[in-house]
């Protein structure tokens, strides 16, 4: 799926729009079917031409389009039911029908067809942030189905009073660029899904460019506040509990409008002082016999290496003085300055550019500390 460039920065108030069931309603949008599938020539008016080109004849519903418009009937009625568990099932066998087609162990197989449903979910979801961007609004990320809209409203409750409006409007777009494109009908449903009351998008690592798949929201809803943490470290099993602890804890301050600074300090304090020891733990999988590591070695296979038992698949190591030692076999202490530079620091500078004071060495006196020597 197509994934827009994101814009890197702190926000408020960003809604969440989402096509329920994106690829499916392609389908039956475009009546998109290996024996509706008309390659080569074809006479303009006997065929539906996708986005990406491809035809697919008109005078028949394919099976594949037939059958998701009676799986949408049937999620439908689970939904009103009050049957989440079948719905979901519905909905995944919806989206099952893409993967037949691209994959190569299905009778189904059809790298034309699959291409089809893709480069459509591509145009669609340009088109709808254009229809955002002409409508005075701001595309900050989107994501296959998904787009995330800044309003540039400071009041949560009035963004979110907007939202259905902005919907509509949105999906109104579409549905009139669709026909007049390729005259057919839309079966295109977008949905509002959730306003993030403060969102982060961060920079690429050593970048000015806005990564992707990686982003952090506080959704406020009637059982409270959640912290959404897509792709960065605080959920990612190959850093460390400490540096996810510590991210968690900085987001916090940060969607809250608190000073971090004195947080910062005393977390580097206590990790130093020993008090995270039991978190300092990497954990990463061996992907190959440990002697095929030859152009690099990369920590978890040193720790690995230096193990007096059978390395298993997953590796949980810590990096102490001697380097990186499994856990349980470590022979010196943990070396902290490691954790404080290639842990805590990335996660804490990612997001105090966007806060336009100190950065982690000042706050922590590390650069004071070293210009007592130069």
Known sequence: GLVLDS???????ILVFDFKSLYPSIIRTFNI???????????????????????????????????VARLAVE????????????????????????????????????????????????YVIRLAAGAVEALGHQVIYGDTDSLFVDLGEP??????????????????????????????????????EKVYVRFFLPEVRGGATGSKKR????????????????????????????????????????????PVADFIRAFVGDLSAGRFDGELAYRKAIRKPLAQYTKTTPPHVKAARKQTTAAGRIVTYVVTGAGPESVGETTAPPDYGHYVTQQLQPIAEAILRFLGGPDFEEIIGARRQLSLFS
């Open 7 to 13: 814009r890197p920065g702190l926000y408020r108030n």
């Open 33 to 67: 079917d290996p024996l509706t599938f008309a390659p080569g020539d074809a006479a303009a008016g006997s065929v539906v031409r996708t986005p990406g080109g491809a035809a697919f004849r008109r005078d028949e519903t394919g099976v594949l389009p037939e059958l």
């Open 75 to 122: 999620r439908a009625r689970a939904r009103t039911a009050g049957d989440g568990v079948g719905a979901q099932a519905i909905k995944i066998l919806m989206n099952s029908l893409f993967g037949v087609l691209g994959s190569p162990a299905s009778r189904l197989f059809s790298p034309a067809v699959a291409n089809a449903i893709t480069t459509a979910g591509q």
């Open 155 to 192: 009041d949560t409750a009035r963004a979110a009073a907007r939202a259905e409006e902005l919907r509509a409007a949105i999906a109104s777009a579409v549905a009139e660029a669709i026909t007049r494109d390729f005259g057919c009908a839309s079966h295109l449903e977008l949905e509002f």
């Open 215 to 258: 982003y952090a929201g506080l959704v406020v809803g009637a059982k409270g506040e959640e912290l959404d943490v897509v792709g960065l470290e605080a959920v990612r099993r190959d850093w460390s509990g400490v540096a996810r602890r510590f991210q968690r804890e900085l987001l916090g301050l940060v969607f809250h409008d608190r």
